[in-house]
C-alpha cells in the first residue's frame, strides 16, 4: 500500500478551449479511483477556486485585489468541490473538504491535530481533498502556497510520495520558454537541490496560477528533507497521469534525502513563523552546526524582536545568515536581562534546547 499526494494547480483544473475543467476533474477521478482500487491511499491537494469563482463571474483576468480574490476563491470553493464530489460520487467514494493556511501549521499541536484528522479520514476511506482556505489567506493568494502547503501535507503523513501536476513537463537547466538550449532535468538528488534552487528563484508565474518553478522548487526540498519522493509532472497530457499512476519515471524525480530529518524538524524547519531573532558568535554557531549541540546564551550576541519562552525564532550568525529555527525555552526580556548585566556562570542557560532547534 502506497500513501500519495497529488497536488493540481490552477492551470490544469482551467483546462482549455477543448478540455473543460468538468472533463479535468472527471479524468483525474477516474485514474484516482484505479490508483485506489489497487489498495493505495491518496490525498488531494486542489488549486483552482479562484480561477472557477472567476469564470462564474465571466472575469477574463485573475484580479489583484485581495478581498476580490477572497471573494472570488469563496464562489469557485464551492463549484470545485460539487465537481469532485459529483465525479467520487458516482465511484462510490466519499471526499472530505478540508481548508488549510500556513498558520494551522504554526504550532506543534495544529500540525498534529491537522495529520491527526487526515490520517482519520484516509483510515475511513475517504478522500481528503485540500485547499488553501483563499478565503481568509492574504499573502498565500498572491504567493501560491499550494505548492508548499502539499509539501507540508505529505511530511504530516509520511506519504511515500508527492505527485506535482502542474503545466510544465520537467524541471529544466534553464527557463526554456527564453532559452532554446535549455536542457531537461530527469532527476534530482537532495544534495543538488539547493543550488537547482538558488538558480531558479526567479518566479515563472503565468496570468492564472500563482506558483512558479520556485514554489516547486521549494515544495520539493520540504518533502524530500523527510523522505518523500517528489515527482514533477505536466498534467496536461493524460498519458502522463496515466504513467504516473503506474509508477513510470516520467517528468523530474526529486530523490528523497537519505538521512530524512524527520517530522518534528521538517516542522520546525519549514512550517513555523518565526517571531524573533538570535544573533550567535561563531563559537555558538559551530558548536549548533557541527556537534549537536544546544543552543546556550553565554553564545548570543544579540537578538531582535520581543518573544515569549515557547516561541519560534531565527537563529542567525553575525552575518545575519540564518542557520537555524528553533522554540525558545526564555523569553527576550530575560536574556537581555541576564546579558545585560553579564552574567558569568559556568552553567549557561539552555535558550534554545537541540530537540527543538532544526538546522536550516
Not at 50 to 62: A, I, M, Q, T, W
Not at 79 to 93: A, F, H, R, T, V
Not at 338 to 354: C, L
Request: charged share 25%; with cysteine.
Amino acid at each position: 500500500m502506497e500513501l500519495w499526494v497529488i497536488k493540481i494547480g490552477t492551470s490544469i483544473i482551467r483546462g482549455t478551449e477543448n478540455i473543460s475543467t468538468e472533463q479535468v476533474i472527471k479524468k483525474l477521478c477516474n485514474h484516482l479511483h484505479d490508483f485506489i482500487s489497487k489498495g493505495n491511499k491518496v490525498v488531494l491537494v486542489t488549486s483552482g477556486a479562484v480561477g472557477l469563482g472567476c469564470k462564474k463571474l465571466s472575469l477574463k483576468k485573475r484580479p489583484k485585489e485581495l478581498s476580490l480574490l477572497q471573494a472570488m476563491a469563496a464562489i469557485g470553493q464551492v463549484n470545485l468541490m460539487s465537481l469532485y464530489e459529483k465525479e467520487m460520487n458516482k465511484k462510490g467514494i466519499n471526499i472530505a473538504q478540508v481548508l488549510l493556511t500556513k498558520a494551522d501549521f504554526n504550532t506543534r499541536d495544529s500540525f498534529i491535530n491537522a495529520s491527526k484528522t487526515l490520517n482519520k479520514l484516509i483510515s475511513l476511506d475517504v478522500i481528503p481533498i485540500v485547499n488553501e482556505n483563499d478565503t481568509i489567506a492574504n499573502e498565500e493568494l498572491k504567493y501560491g502556497d499550494n505548492d508548499t502547503l502539499s509539501a507540508l501535507v505529505s511530511v504530516a503523513l509520511n506519504a511515500n510520495k508527492l505527485i506535482l501536476l502542474t503545466d510544465i513537463d520537467n524541471l529544466y537547466s534553464k527557463d526554456p520558454k527564453t532559452n532554446n538550449d535549455a536542457k531537461p532535468i530527469k532527476e534530482v538528488n537532495n544534495n543538488e537541490l539547493k543550488k537547482i534552487k538558488e538558480k531558479n528563484m526567479q518566479n515563472l508565474n503565468n496570468e492564472w496560477g500563482t506558483g512558479g518553478i520556485a514554489t516547486k522548487l521549494i515544495a520539493a526540498e520540504i518533502a524530500t528533507k523527510s523522505g518523500v519522493t517528489v515527482q514533477l509532472v505536466d498534467g496536461r497530457n493524460e498519458i502522463n497521469i496515466i504513467d504516473v499512476f503506474n509508477n513510470k519515471n516520467i517528468g523530474t524525480i526529486f530523490n528523497p534525502c537519505k538521512k530524512p530529518i524527520g517530522n518534528k524538524k521538517s516542522w520546525l524547519s519549514h512550517a513555523i513563523e518565526t517571531v524573533g531573532e538570535i544573533i550567535l558568535d561563531d563559537g555558538a554557531c559551530f558548536a549548533i552546526q557541527n556537534k549537536g549541540a544546544s543552543l546556550l546564551l553565554v553564545g548570543i550576541i544579540e537578538i531582535s524582536g520581543n518573544f515569549s519562552a515557547n516561541q519560534p525564532v531565527r537563529i542567525l550568525n553575525k552575518n545575519k545568515k540564518q542557520v537555524a529555527k528553533g522554540i525558545t525555552s526564555m523569553s527576550s526580556d530575560s536574556i537581555k536581562n541576564i546579558m545585560d548585566k553579564k552574567i558569568n556562570n559556568t552553567h549557561s542557560p539552555i535558550v534554545v534546547h537541540r530537540d527543538v532547534l532544526a538546522l536550516t
